[in-house]
């Protein structure tokens, strides 16, 4: 024991840095604290009322995730990582969450934002109610659901709301069975799905008469879509989920940052808000694996989303929040001294005398005893993309993990997201702030219009539109609980 307590002081001497040397003065911590305490005490409240919703949801992004990914960001900037600050960070007000919780729609324009095919679990709970979440297409449904007039997430998509923009992947559940993806022409499993024979596709735009309504599949015609004439947009860009990050083309599919801001740049075009939701969806699908590279990598890319929408809306009137819906058993351990690569190993080794990653999982598909021994990783590569990270016991895939989730928020009643919640709360919170839904407290004793700015693209709904709005969103919409418990 007292052995360990001195090894793990030497290295942590031996962790030294810049960063550290500045750290070392305690008058940097003084005045560093000081200017944090100003800072919270200049801190107003913000009792506008929401004209706009900004929801990230990150996918399976934990508490241990969120601080993995922020050294990982300073990492990839070439710093010791932990004096990162991420753009989640700088969010006044924090939560704690228990449950699972969805909200959609009103007389706002709404969009959904993916990594995944948006037919997957949480861009469907915003549009579609169905006993499955498996059922993607109706080829996946058992024909006993569909004599029962249940009916798939894809053709949902067209039918249960009016969303304005729908950017993710899952091209092959909106077109028949067989038909080739324009992409991948001869990889048979990116082929249409649909045994009804519909193309959802050319029937979302034949929907659309009337208005400017564009299906994109490729990041060159995505970017000629100008956000200032456009109504609708459809962007699907794979036949399934999007790529990892890590992975992306380029050329071919733009970044969760690019998605974003396409989203708010065409839906900030309506004087009475926007509801958008932006999910990380791949992070969720990285940990089930056991591949923290992966998971990290789309972490750090949801950090740059968030950041976008802050910077393309205005603080006054966005209500903005991040959360997860869930975490995954990944655990952060072995004192690695600081600057250390978040994807390394700890610089102690364990009684086996052998090393261990800084980043492990309780379950999942890394879980390797041989003859009673784990692996020996002294000559092994933690850092690649496709390394799988060691795990407790064995399971195909990650579970979920049950601890609770932070809600950050900034924006109107953003100091409504504080304490330890249930889940739904939120979507109620949400609501009030933006008054739509039944109580409209909120808005009754909102006397004068909030201080609004013109936003970026759109000066044409000054204040009168927007003062206007507030009545308007009286009759708005109602908002959606669409409350699923996802496995
Ligand atoms: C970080 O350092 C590496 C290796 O020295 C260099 O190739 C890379 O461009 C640097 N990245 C940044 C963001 O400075
Ligand atoms: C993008 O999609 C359009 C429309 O299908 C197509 O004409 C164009 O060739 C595609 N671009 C690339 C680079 O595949
Ligand atoms: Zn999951």
Known sequence: MELTRVAIL???????????????????????????????????????????????????????TYTAARILKGQLQNQTGEETVMTMDTFPNVGLAKVHTHVGRGGKSVGIVTTTR????????SYAHSASRKWYSDADMPDAAKRDGCTDIASQLLKNTDIDVIIGGGRKYMTPKGTKDPEYPRDFFSRGKRKDGRNLI????????GKVAHYVWNKTDFDSVDPETTDYLMALFEPGDLRFEAE??????????????????????????????????????????????????????????IAKGLELTKEQ??????????????????????????????????????????????NGPGHKITNGKRPDIRNVNTKTKDYVQLSAVPTESATHSGEDVAVLARGPMGHLFQGVQEQNYIAHAMAYAACVGTDQRHCQGQTEAPVLHSTLTNDRNAAGAVRGSIALLGSLLSVLLAHTVLV
Request: avoid cysteine; hydrophobic fraction near 40%.
């Open 202 to 209: 050319d029937e979302w735009q034949s929907m659309k008469i």
């Open 118 to 125: 948006v037919q997957h679990a949480t861009p469907a709970t």
């Open 317 to 362: 009137e966005t209500l903005t929040i991040v959360m997860a819906d869930h975490s995954h058993p990944v655990t952060f351990n072995g004192y690695p001294f600081r600057g250390q690569s978040i994807l390394g190993k700890s610089p102690l080794w364990a009684t086996d005398m052998l090393p261990y990653t800084t980043l492990m999982y309780g």
């Open 10 to 64: 030497v290295l942590l001497a031996f962790g030294s840095s810049s960063a550290k040397v500045k750290e070392e003065n305690p008058e940097f911590w003084r005045s560093q604290a000081q200017k944090t305490l100003h800072s919270v005490l200049d801190r107003k409240l913000n009792t506008n009322v929401a004209k706009n919703i900004l929801f990230f949801l990150g996918d399976g992004m934990g508490i241990t």
């Open 248 to 305: 992306r083309d380029p050329n071919m599919d733009p970044s969760i940052v690019e998605t974003t801001e396409k989203a708010i740049r065409i839906l900030q075009k309506n004087p009475k808000g926007f509801f958008l939701l932006v999910e990380g969806g791949r992070i969720d699908q990285a940990h089930h694996a056991g591949r923290a590279f992966m998971a990290l990598h789309e972490t750090v890319a949801f950090d740059y989303a």
